[in-house]
């Protein structure tokens, strides 16, 4: 590694595979679904507040001002035998009414208290299962942030090793062309190998420089997803893996059980199921009574005192059941069951569909996860024969026995290895991470 990668490498920020799961469980999409949780939480609160009982204070205070005034009627004469006189004779009347004010003070309580009323009881178990579903969605929001976590990690890590494996390259090309140059000036070598040696030489330096934009966008990606600035360098710190890492530690029929018991989004489909179920019951609720108790206390008078202050006076306290029930709605009830029965079916399908992806998912994971295990055994092979193809054509090219071309391809194709069985063992994480999602066992089946 010459100074500049080292000095790279230093600068950067190192974080482990652990931080990574850690830090991906506060990604945005993680904190947006656990908002999502939050607000299904507070309207069950909201759905149980309807049942309990519900008090409510009044307090006023009035006055009343009426002005004085005449009032000019009038009466019919009667005669003495107390017959009106005719023809008729009438007489005009005077009253007069003084100016009147008066103060009205009230105070009350009024307490209500549902009794039985099946579409709320309905509507709170249905906010309890869409609060449970929303968990669901939420834990399954964490598992796809946590895989794309780690599926970021190993890009950054896989384009520092073969940046890594590129400068190497560039290294054993520096050294292999000023030895075709030292073997020209001794006359052992020719022009030509000098000027190809250097040729390659300028081309690694140029693979190294590509690779080193490759590992900032894996660095970019990365700090994206952890909400990190951008801008900060990160270094993916070496896994602790096994050179032999193990074979998959359940079958498919153990992975099809385990991801039926872990999966969030099958709880989450579950719960729609249930919430549905309620809804259908909460919207046929129309054609049940319902049936609810008032009690009500009030004080009343014109004086103030009397009535905010002595409570031994004026008091008065009523209570009543009441009885509703709707005998006739327009077939309103009627319908809007018949819709709730219709989402009822559609989340049960949705249900069965998820359950489908969700064995087909388990399936291709396990199959993906013993593939590139094969692939691992193949690409080691491989690395071990190309170093040792390497040893060789450099031992001939010593002798004079072979050109610059050989030992060029020798030096591409241990690269090559190198970079695929890099690349391959990432491969082989990452796919076990995603068997772990898929039987929603990745983090240790961590839930919000």
């Known amino acids: 590694m010459n100074a500049l990668v080292l000095s790279a490498v230093l600068a950067a920020t190192p974080i482990t595979l652990q931080q990574v799961r850690e830090e991906s469980r506060n990604n945005l999409q993680a904190l947006l679904s656990e908002l999502d949780r939050v607000r299904a939480s507070e309207q069950k609160r909201v759905s149980a507040g309807a049942l309990l009982p519900q008090v409510q204070l009044q307090a006023q205070a009035g006055r009343t001002i009426q002005q004085s005034y005449r009032d000019l009627g009038t009466v019919v004469v009667l005669g003495p035998d107390g017959i009106p006189l005719q023809p008729l004779q009438y007489r005009q009347a005077v009253t007069d009414f003084p100016a009147y004010a008066a103060n009205r003070f009230q105070l009350g309580a009024t307490l209500n208290q549902v009794i039985f009323d099946l579409a709320k009881f309905q509507t709170l178990a249905q906010s309890g299962h869409l609060e449970a579903a929303a968990r669901g969605t939420a834990a399954e929001q964490m598992l796809a942030s946590e895989f794309e976590a780690v599926r970021r990690f190993y890009a950054l890590w896989t384009a520092q090793k073969q940046l890594l494996v590129l400068q190497a ?20 070598g020719t022009k030509g190998d000098s000027l190809a040696a250097v040729v390659n030489l300028g081309t690694d330096r140029i693979n190294v420089e590509k690779q080193r934009a490759v590992v900032s966008q894996a660095q970019i990606d990365l700090a994206s997803w952890l909400s990190r600035p951008e801008g900060q360098e990160l270094d993916a710190v070496d ?152 040893d060789y054509a450099q031992e001939r090219f010593k002798a004079g026995a072979s050109s610059t071309l050989e030992v060029r391809d020798a030096q591409l194709k241990l690269a090559q290895a190198y970079q695929t069985l890099i690349q391959t063992r990432s491969d082989a994480e990452v796919a076990r991470a995603g068997l772990d999602k898929a039987m929603g066992t990745l983090g240790n089946g961590a839930t919000p």
Not at 169 to 188: C, N, P, V, Y
Not at 280 to 298: H, M, V
């Open 169 to 188: 390259t560039a290294d054993r090309s520096k050294e292999f062309a000023d030895r075709a140059e030292a073997l020209f000036e001794a006359g052992r």
């Open 239 to 390: 896994p602790a893996l096994p050179d032999t890492p193990p074979p998959p530690s359940v079958n498919l029929d153990q992975a099809l059980e385990l991801a039926r018991t872990n999966r969030p989004v099958l709880v989450q489909w579950g719960q729609q199921v249930f919430a549905a179920k309620s809804f259908e019951t909460s919207q046929a609720a129309g054609w049940a009574p319902r049936i609810n108790f008032q009690l009500q206390w009030l004080r009343s008078g014109p004086e103030a005192d009397t009535v905010f202050t002595d409570f031994g006076r004026q008091s008065a306290i009523s209570g009543g059941i009441a009885l509703n029930w709707d005998l006739f709605n327009g077939f309103q009830t009627d319908a809007q069951t018949k819709q709730a029965r219709a989402q009822l079916a559609q989340a049960r399908l949705n249900l069965a569909q998820n359950e489908r992806d969700v064995e087909g998912q388990v399936k291709v994971a396990l199959d993906s996860l013993g593939a590139q295990l094969r692939a691992l055994e193949v690409a080691q092979q491989n690395r071990v024969t190309a170093t040792q193809n390497l």
